[in-house]
């Protein structure tokens, strides 16, 4: 057994612990490294992942948020009164 077919054993056994959507990428990144096509499959990885981070980098940054802050407030009190129902069911 070479190492990679091991470590794509480690990912499928959750040996190894790591976020779904990277043991995903990981197990597709070592087989196709395996069958030796991997070039293609690594760069669209990588170009995805570095987008999300782009991404990601953006909403953190930004100074105008996506949701109005009165729905924020009407999401967070019917969070709230879920809360309390469920505390109060369980006393």
Not at 15 to 44: H, K, Q, Y
Not at 63 to 69: E, F, R, S, Y
């Amino acid at each position: 057994m070479s190492k990679k077919t091991a470590f794509v054993d480690l990912i499928n056994d959750n040996r190894i612990i790591m976020p779904a959507c990277l043991r995903m990428a990981a197990t597709v990144v070592a087989i196709e490294a395996i069958s030796g096509n991997g070039d293609m499959i690594m760069t669209d990885l990588f170009n995805e992942l570095a987008a999300k981070r782009v991404a990601i980098r953006q909403a953190r940054a930004s100074t105008k948020p996506a949701v109005p802050a009165d729905q924020v407030l009407v999401i967070l009190k019917a969070d709230l009164a879920k809360v309390q129902a469920a505390i109060d069911a369980t006393t």
